[in-house]
């Protein structure tokens, strides 16, 4: 269904500046309907005039994005100069245009727990078109962010990308207008044709472990044993003179159910009990439930990423029109040392397909709130 992308990036300190600099490298806007915008949260207090700017100047109504702690884009600059960039720490503004048949999407505002209303408000929209693909925005400060996005995918039947807001102050989310609070986007119809990978940024350590005693987030034992002697035993003896540093490297992962390859999530260790053994991670634990811990490791992230790339590449029977990607902040320069990596990857196997991204506070794929990891989305 659609047929245009365009992608352009500003890195300028003024708001409207950078809203100038990115629509000279968009240009015709060849009946586009659907923007996505994201910016730095350099600019997030400016975000609802950038909106406003962007919708003036290009006539598009429609509009989807957020903040992060940084922003990508493979697209032209405003001197034409097509090139894949990351923005990190500094003013950084990306926006994609998309042309696509008003009735083929969907934009809806915040879910903000339970699907009863966003059902009410939207079944007759959902049940002409049977959105297969979305792309969703959510609020890292609503608790219940990450079970809203799995309703959300049960109830459209949709696979979701995208990310969660991050920010050091301001969390806006665009659907046409500034929202927050809660999990919004733009749903696609059925015949929207994309294809979308997972890379992981972390290697697991050890085999998985059972938990054999948890209470809500709290692990209290894994096969039997204390749960913080066996993590001290999978970090080693150096790492575990230093708790502290240990949980900045070495993270706990729950693996997916059914997963054939393998999957897990990652959640940070927030806190340890040296004299019970407890550890307590970022999400609820269930006593017989799997564990494993896992370390963050820029070597395996780039394998996993150029094996991603090459498992897209080999499904793709035509070149892709137009690209997201929304990646952890922990990846970018902060896993592989260097501004543009992920981005230099993807455009040595895409070429220069027009794409724009954010770093995020946590990546949405299908179902589940990821951490550590890149998604990768690819429209044909």
């Known amino acids: 269904i659609v047929s245009t992308f365009r992608a352009a990036h500003s890195s300028h300190v003024d708001p409207m500046q950078a809203v100038a600099q990115c629509l000279a490298a968009l240009g015709r806007n060849d009946g586009c309907t659907l923007g996505f915008v994201y910016a730095t949260d350099y600019l997030a207090a400016s975000l609802p005039q950038i909106v406003a700017a962007l919708r003036a100047e290009t006539g598009i109504a429609d509009w989807t994005g957020t903040t992060g702690l940084g922003v990508m884009a493979n697209g032209r600059d405003s001197n034409g100069k097509g090139e894949g960039v990351e923005y990190f720490d500094r003013p950084g503004l990306v926006v994609m245009l998309a042309a696509l048949p008003a009735e083929k999407y969907l934009l809806f505002e915040p879910v903000h727990g339970g699907m009863p209303p966003f059902e009410r408000a939207h079944r007759a929209w959902l049940e002409r078109n049977l959105p297969l693909f979305g792309v969703v925005h959510g609020d890292p400060r609503n608790p219940n962010a990450a079970s809203i996005v799995a309703e959300l995918s049960a109830a459209t039947g949709a696979f979701l990308v995208g ?3 991050a920010s ?15 999990v919004s986007g733009v749903l696609f119809a059925a015949g929207t044709d994309v294809a979308t990978g997972l890379t992981q940024g972390c290697s697991p350590l050890g085999f998985v472990h059972e938990i054999t005693d948890a209470e809500d987030n709290v692990v209290k034992t894994l096969d039997g044993e204390p749960a913080l002697a066996v993590y001290q035993k999978a970090i080693g003896e150096i790492l575990s003179r230093d708790l502290r540093r240990a949980v900045s ?15 897990y999530l990652v959640r940070n260790i927030v806190g340890i009990d040296p004299q019970r053994g ?17 370390r963050r490791d820029p070597t395996a992230a780039r394998e996993d990423m150029v094996r991603m790339l090459g498992r897209l590449t080999s499904r793709m029977k035509e070149p892709p029109k137009g690209a997201l990607y929304h990646a952890c902040v922990a990846r ?6 260097e501004d543009g990596a992920e981005i230099a990857m993807i455009r040595e196997a895409l070429g220069e397909i027009p794409l724009v991204g954010f770093f995020a506070n946590g990546e949405i794929c299908h179902n589940r709130l990821y951490g550590y990891t890149g998604v990768l989305s690819l429209f044909f």
Do not use: K, N
């Not at 993270?251 to 393998?262: F, K, Q, Y």
């Not at 269930?286 to 896992?294: E, N």
């Open 163 to 165: 990310g969660l807001t």
């Open 168 to 182: 050091r102050d301001a969390f806006p989310q665009v659907t046409s207008s500034i929202v927050e609070g809660g």
């Open 249 to 263: 490297l070495v993270h706990a992962a729950l693996p997916v159910t059914g997963s054939d390859t393998g999957d």
């Open 278 to 294: 407890w550890i307590a991670i970022g999400d609820e634990v269930a006593t017989g439930g799997r564990l494993i811990f896992v």
């Open 332 to 337: 970018g320069r902060h896993m592989f040392g």
